[in-house]
């Protein structure tokens, strides 16, 4: 069994980053938007503002109260839209229940969508000509390819149909020549659809749901998720029972996470260039 470290991946990418920063005439900045005190979104975007430090990109945060209204949030994020030092802005979810998530990504710049969620970059993904990707399914095929999993060909099924990973990640997938079946939660018959691939990703957000029963022998698992259970943390997958008849299977952590946070930052960089170039 191959444990698929997503750390060893972003690190290779992050050296490749580092030389095409070099080579940038511009220090690119991102803007995260946090609405809010909710402590897991604040540890998420304490990583990424790190990260930004560590590259010597500046990552700021733009910290506004719970109270903030939807028409605040999008004059600040128009405010972020028109300043030109500010190449990615990342507005970072769940939103308060009062705002309306789809109309604030569609508030920004399709060039300094650093999550790659706008209709635009949504659009570019399904048409074949994507400029910025979302973070986990770009990190996902990235890390795929850094340890060798074919993927022209082979039979892949997403659980999950979110717009952030398992639609996009469909996408990409198919995109690499793979047949692609897409699974939710009104799939009849799941277990014989995920028992036939050769490559599983696991998006659907129930902790430990995937079990030994739901896949085949020698499958590439991917797993996605992430929950706290008795202050541990696990995926979507029930990894020690898993992992013995897998040939290769993502962590939790320190799998899929750090693979996310890489391609943010390779999103920065490549929104910074295409800002450059307008």
Known sequence: MKLLEGKK???FIYSKLLLELSLLSVVPRMVVVLVGKDPASQTYVRSKTKKCMDLGIRGE??????????AELLGKIRELNEDKTVHGILVQLPLPS??????IVREIHSLKDVDGLTPENTGRLWQGDAQLVPCTPAGIIEMLKFYGIPIEGARAVVV???EIVGKPIANLLLGHQATVTICHSKTHHLAEETKRADILIAAMGKAKF?????VRDGATVIDVGIHRINDKLCGDVDFEKVAPKVGAISPVPGGVGPMTI???MKNLVTAAKLQQEK
């Open 9 to 11: 991946v972003a690190e």
């Open 61 to 70: 945060t733009m910290e506004l109260p719970d109270s903030t209204s939807e």
């Open 98 to 103: 009062h705002i309306n998530k789809t109309r």
């Open 160 to 162: 999950g149909r979110s």
């Open 210 to 214: 995937i079990g030994p029963e739901m």
């Open 262 to 264: 890489a391609m943010l």
